[in-house]
């Protein structure tokens, strides 16, 4: 079947605008998760879902990040005024939920801004 | 909080040779653990997961890694690697019972050599 989808693939953006980056998960799984992959950061968690709720958002890194998940399913993350730090490869994954199960990655979305 | 050190940063070895990338844990009660893999500008794989029963836990493409409770490792190995293993290597403990987010570790990039 098939597994967790990204897009774009790749996005350049100049520093001040803003952002999204969407995912669809693996039909069925309920919870969903962001993380960040940077160079000197390694791979940083940045927010769960479980459902269309956000349990923990604690690894966002400011209030110009923010996360949201419409009818269990697709989710979207979105970037304001981007800073070059902001430059990373984001990643996003999902898990049938309710417990310490695989979660399954998708390609990621490599965010550079310029 | 959890954490996750991965002593190695990079691991070259020969083709057909025996390789061991470390992993050690921060203690908790309940402790779930993850090898993922990542092949070149491709996403994450799971190799290998630990929740609970035997300590010698056998994943996909030859690898294994043991849980031992009492030095808080989870060292993954192949006994004989080849060209295609080069890869970053991830090992990552879930945060069950808070969000279920996984905690990774830095990574240890493994260059088989021929």
């Known amino acids: 079947g098939a597994g967790v989808s990204q897009s774009p693939s790749n996005k350049v953006t100049e520093k001040g605008k803003d952002v999204e980056l969407r995912c669809d998960p693996i039909s069925g799984h309920t919870a969903l998760y962001w993380y960040r992959q940077s160079l000197g950061q390694g791979l940083e968690f940045l927010i769960y879902f479980q459902g269309n709720s956000a349990p923990d958002k604690s690894g966002l890194p400011s209030d110009r990040f923010s996360a949201e998940r419409t009818g269990g399913s697709v989710s979207t993350l979105t970037i304001q005024r981007t800073q070059q730090e902001d430059s990373a490869v984001y990643l996003c994954?999902?898990?049938?939920?309710?417990?310490?199960?695989?979660?399954?990655f998708g390609p990621g979305t490599r965010l550079t801004v310029t | 909080a959890q954490s996750v050190t991965q002593l190695d940063s990079q691991v070259p070895v020969f083709e057909e040779a025996p390789v061991e990338l470390r992993c050690n844990y921060s203690s908790s009660v309940s402790v779930y653990l993850f090898w993922y893999v990542q092949y070149p500008n491709q996403g994450l794989q799971l190799l290998l997961k630990y929740l609970s029963g035997s300590t010698l836990v056998k994943g996909i493409n030859g690898f294994e890694a043991e849980f031992n409770k009492s030095q808080t490792s989870f060292h993954l190995r192949k006994p004989s690697v080849h060209i295609s293993d080069t890869a970053e290597y991830f090992c990552?403990?879930?945060?069950?019972?808070?969000?279920?987010?996984?905690?990774f570790g830095k990574g240890t990039k493994l260059t088989v050599n021929p």
């Open positions: 990552a403990v879930s945060d069950w019972g808070g969000s279920e987010k996984l905690v």
């Open positions: 994954a999902s898990s049938v939920g309710g417990g310490p199960y695989e979660q399954y």
